[in-house]
């Protein structure tokens, strides 16, 4: 994706019944930054009247949460912020729409909305809504919609030119703030004075508008590797970018979602930052499928990678705030590297500490 320099208009977040889960992850991703959109408000009936930052992170946004597309409409109305784009916020395991939210759809169509959908439906492929589109002239994008394979790259091994720290962001789960860690890292560096750029490898990144973007689960498996590198590629050569921080999918040894392989095979980052959720035991959405140590997963990325893991990250899901610290220092002691909570607190300590990191590797 090329870099940017303006919105593609005013959203409505779609997410019902789903914000403040799992489930709801592009749409938090939206609620706390995307370049490519203004967020107008989101849709969950049950948080009516809420603030959608309040709700998610405890920090008023001026985002509300609204019962209906109706609402939604007014309220932009309202505010002088029209709106143009309907995006669909959910992000449910195996990444399909649920059919009560075609209705959605369709309404928006109906309303002069045009729709953006990150999901494995693809939705400009539905007659009736594909028809709604055309009567309108409204665009509809399905956003992990594979892309032409004439336009997809093989892994050739110019990724050992490039020169810029890389930084993966890997996960011991599934929809445990990975992208969210990433940004904050980026954003971190950026207001340091050193230039950086955001590899996204998903949907929520590209609504978010990462300028190098990738959608992995959207690619044929024989080109992840070869545009994983390219994108790295790309943020260094075209952006000057002196770190590359890039966003990971999955875990290691998620039954459900393995992920981390090609991004640690392809990419050859220089450190991996690790997000983990301490209240979790089970891979989230499998009970009975227990979460492998910390320790564990930290041994398995660094004998795969050969590179070491500098920092963990947490996330705060089903602790109380007092604990955070004291966990945070558990996990120091259990694994050897700092654990910073990146939401609760400033990324400054792990930027700090992913800058110490590649001090050492600038003067090896």
Not at 203 to 219: E, N, P
Request: aromatic content about 6%.
């Amino acid at each position: 994706m090329n870099p940017r320099d303006t919105v593609d208009g005013n959203a409505v977040v779609y997410c019902e019944g789903a914000y403040n889960t799992p489930n709801g992850k592009t749409a938090h991703g939206l609620v706390r930054f995307t370049n490519r959109y203004r967020v107008v408000s989101v849709i969950d009936s049950r948080y009516n009247g809420r603030d959608a930052g309040e709700v998610l992170d405890g920090k008023t946004d001026g985002i509300p949460l609204v019962a209906s597309l109706e609402h939604a409409l007014e309220h932009a109305r309202r505010q002088g912020q029209g709106a143009t784009h309907f995006v669909i916020g959910l992000a449910p395991d195996g990444g399909r729409l649920p059919e009560n939210a075609r209705d959605a759809v369709a309404l928006a169509l109906t309303g002069g909305l045009n729709v953006d959908c990150g999901l494995h439906d693809f939705l400009s492929e539905d007659p009736r809504l594909s028809e709604l589109a055309r009567q309108k002239g409204l665009a509809i994008r399905d956003i992990r919609r594979p892309p032409d394979r004439n336009s997809l790259h093989f892994f050739s091994g110019k990724i050992e030119a490039v020169t810029a720290f890389k930084v993966a962001v890997l996960g011991t789960d599934s929809a445990v703030g990975k992208r969210t860690t990433a940004w904050k890292i980026v954003q971190g560096f950026n207001l340091k004075g050193v230039k950086t750029e955001m590899i996204g490898t998903g949907q929520t990144a590209w609504m978010q508008g990462a300028r190098y973007c990738l959608i992995m689960d959207s690619l044929i498996n024989d080109f992840v590797s070869g545009e994983i590198e390219h994108a790295i590629w790309s943020a260094w050569k075209e952006a000057a970018a002196e770190v590359v921080v890039i966003e990971g999918q999955g875990s290691l040894m998620n039954p459900a979602y393995p992920g981390g392989f090609e991004i640690l095979a392809a990419g050859r980052p220089d450190a991996v930052v690790l997000q983990h959720a301490p209240a979790r035991k089970d891979y989230d959405g499998f009970p009975g499928y227990p979460i492998q140590p910390l320790a564990q997963q930290i041994e398995v990325i660094e004998k795969l990678s050969g590179r070491p893991v500098v920092a963990v990250t947490v996330n705060h899901e089903n602790l109380d705030a007092e604990e955070i610290p004291l966990i945070c220092k558990d996990i120091e002691k259990q694994v050897g590297v700092p654990a910073f909570d990146v939401l609760l607190e400033d990324p400054v300590r792990l930027v700090e500490t992913l800058l110490l990191f590649k001090g050492k590797r600038d003067r090896s």
